[in-house]
């Protein structure tokens, strides 16, 4: 089972202080701005912990707990959007889509193929 599984198999999620309770997430849930896949794979899992939580529709608690997950280079990026973008979700999945698309891939790395299919 991958971590995203384990994290939700184990967590049912009222708040993002349980999140912080549990400690589950610990080093699990790491975006580093590495690749348009790494992006899309971020969104993706963040995205199915929101459902699982039933926070899809709280755009800014999703973009709070997102944030938890940034480090290096996608932490500094993040830090430096607005903060409209950095505390709503749609506009926070939207920017990394935008920043880590696979036309910003570095000359010569691979495209990925698109998440969904």
Do not use: H
């Amino acid at each position: 089972m991958s971590a995203a599984g384990k994290i939700i198999s184990s967590l049912m999620l009222k708040s993002l202080s349980d999140i912080r309770l549990t400690g589950s997430l610990d080093d699990t849930l790491i975006f580093r701005g590495l690749s348009s896949e790494e992006a899309e794979n971020f969104i993706r899992q963040v995205n199915i912990l929101a459902f699982n939580a039933n926070r899809t529709r709280d755009t800014r608690w999703t973009a709070e707990f997102a944030a938890t997950a940034f480090a290096g280079d996608a932490l500094r990026k993040f830090r430096k959007l607005s903060s409209e973008v950095r505390n709503d979700w749609d506009k926070l999945q939207e920017a990394l889509l935008n920043e880590y698309s696979p036309a910003s891939a570095p000359p010569g790395a691979a495209a990925a193929p698109p998440a969904y299919g």
